[in-house]
């Protein structure tokens, strides 16, 4: 809580420095606060929609909440962004899109 505080005060200081939102980010997902965590990410996105990070985190995000349609979408511009990594896990997510639509049937 203490390190979260801080990074709020951070934030604060600094008028919403876009890889201080990506740490709190990555800080509220590390306690499975997942709402709030996309929400920081995506604040970061909106801040500078350069940071690869932020997408493929909130992508991983939002595979964690059984959200693949929106991750996938995120994988995306995270691996156009130069992060390849978020090019092994777009396939990843739409397995998880087939799966869900086949039980939607």
Same mark, same amino acid.
């Given at each position: 809580?203490? +390190?979260?505080?801080?990074?709020?005060? $951070? !934030?604060?200081?600094? *008028?919403?420095? =876009?890889?201080?939102? &990506? /740490? %709190?980010?990555?800080?509220?997902?590390?306690?499975?606060?997942?709402?709030? +965590?996309?929400?920081?990410?995506?604040? $970061? !996105?909106?801040?500078? *929609?350069?940071? =690869?990070?932020?997408? &493929? /985190? %909130?992508?991983?995000?939002?595979?964690?909440?059984?959200?693949?349609?929106? +991750?996938?979408?995120?994988?995306?511009? $995270?691996?156009?962004?130069?992060?390849?990594? =978020?090019?092994?896990?777009?396939?990843?997510?739409?397995?998880?899109?087939?799966?869900?639509?086949?039980?939607?049937?």
């Amino acid at each position: 809580q203490r +390190a979260l505080a801080d990074i709020d005060s $951070a !934030i604060r200081q600094t *008028n919403n420095n =876009a890889i201080l939102l &990506y /740490n %709190r980010g990555c800080m509220l997902y590390d306690t499975n606060e997942l709402d709030k +965590a996309i929400d920081a990410f995506t604040q $970061a !996105i909106e801040t500078d *929609n350069k940071v =690869a990070q932020a997408y &493929y /985190n %909130r992508a991983i995000t939002y595979m964690k909440q059984g959200k693949p349609q929106q +991750a996938l979408s995120d994988f995306s511009k $995270a691996g156009e962004l130069g992060l390849s990594q =978020a090019y092994n896990l777009i396939r990843q997510a739409a397995k998880e899109i087939q799966k869900q639509q086949g039980e939607k049937k």
